[in-house]
């Protein structure tokens, strides 16, 4: 049904910009807005946040995921579609549940226009499934494949939650954003290097956090967005589901399997993502006294926080302090 209705929308899309082009002109879009900045657009949090800290004002910046909704069931508007199409630089996750992303961008002319998947400015991890995890075999949309692909590699979306990852990702976006707006790269340059530093010294409290840390196991009621953070960080996990997954509720096995790890090991915290049902947290937190926790990745945040300017760096300053109680 998802796939039918993003092909309904490409299709309605194509009828209406179809018709605004008459026959021998150029299919490009505007790609900038009437004070001549630069439309950029991004499909979630994390790569709006860092044109943000980057860009400043400089550029006219839309993320067409709303604030306080669920990404891996993101289906994009007829809207969001054109506002892909006017954008001089658009920057997107990439992987599975960015199918959709490479069926409208083929459906347009982008030869005006800076593409940008997150996913290709780091070293790209597979999907791990560790001991005691849920898998649902569903949870990927296999029909988005030819029957040839279906035994691909997944790999993990998540890359921006590893502040490693985020400094890679920020240097692509400033040399896209710089390329694309010479006029500007200066001034993106000069930001994109005092941000790198704040996110440098991010990293190296995390460092210090794991280095100096009396277990290096969390416990995660939840889905595990944190595959690039584990691994970078050399942190053992435990968790209900992958970080991809759109399942909520999990089996009583896989309860049983987290409950017995924090009796086992002694695990203070018990961990859930934001905007999460936080029901399984709360059943493991009831049977166990661990305390709950949020780790957040970053993926979305709330409205309220949106309008505050909640960023990036705020929000992993914040899991410093929770992981700190899981692991000291």
Not at 7 to 34: H, I, M
Not at 236 to 257: D, H, K, R, V
Request: with cysteine; net charge negative; hydrophobic share 40%.
């Amino acid at each position: 049904m998802k796939k039918i209705m993003l092909l309904l929308t490409l299709a309605l899309f194509t009828a209406v910009f179809s018709a605004a082009c008459r026959p021998g002109e150029g299919k490009n879009a505007v790609t900038r807005d009437a004070q001549g900045r630069l439309n950029v657009t991004t499909t979630n949090f994390p790569p709006f946040d860092f044109v943000r800290e980057i860009a400043g004002d400089r550029v006219n910046l839309s993320m067409l995921l709303s604030p306080g909704a669920e990404n891996h069931s993101f289906e994009p508007s007829p809207r969001d579609i054109i506002t892909i199409q006017n954008s001089g630089l658009f920057i997107y996750t990439g992987g599975e549940s960015d199918l959709w992303v490479d069926r409208i961008l083929g459906s347009m002319n982008t030869d005006d226009m800076g593409i940008l998947a997150m996913i290709n400015a780091v070293e790209a991890l597979e999907e791990e499934i560790v001991e005691g995890m849920e898998v649902d075999h569903d949870d990927h949309d296999h029909d988005d494949h030819d029957d040839d692909d279906h035994d691909e590699i997944a790999l993990d979306e998540h890359v921006w939650t590893s502040p490693k990852n985020a400094i890679l990702i920020v240097r692509a976006i400033t040399e896209v954003l710089s390329e694309i707006d010479a006029a500007n790269a200066s001034f993106y340059r000069e930001n994109a290097a005092a941000y790198i530093e704040s996110l440098q010294e991010l990293d190296a409290a995390f460092e210090e956090l794991i280095a100096g840390a009396r277990r290096r196991t969390v416990v995660f009621g939840d889905r595990f967005p944190f595959r690039y953070f584990a691994h970078d960080y050399g942190l053992q996990y435990s968790a209900a589901f992958p970080g991809c997954s759109t399942q909520t509720e999990p089996s009583a096995g896989t309860i049983a399997f987290l409950i017995n790890k924090i009796r086992t090991e002694q695990i203070p915290v018990v961990f859930h993502v934001e905007l999460s049902n936080e029901r399984m947290a709360d059943t493991i937190s009831g049977e166990t006294g661990a305390r709950k926790l949020l780790l957040h990745a970053a993926h979305n945040i709330t409205r309220s926080d949106f309008d505050a300017g909640l960023g990036y760096l705020a929000i992993m300053w914040r899991n410093v302090e929770n992981l700190r109680e899981a692991l000291h």
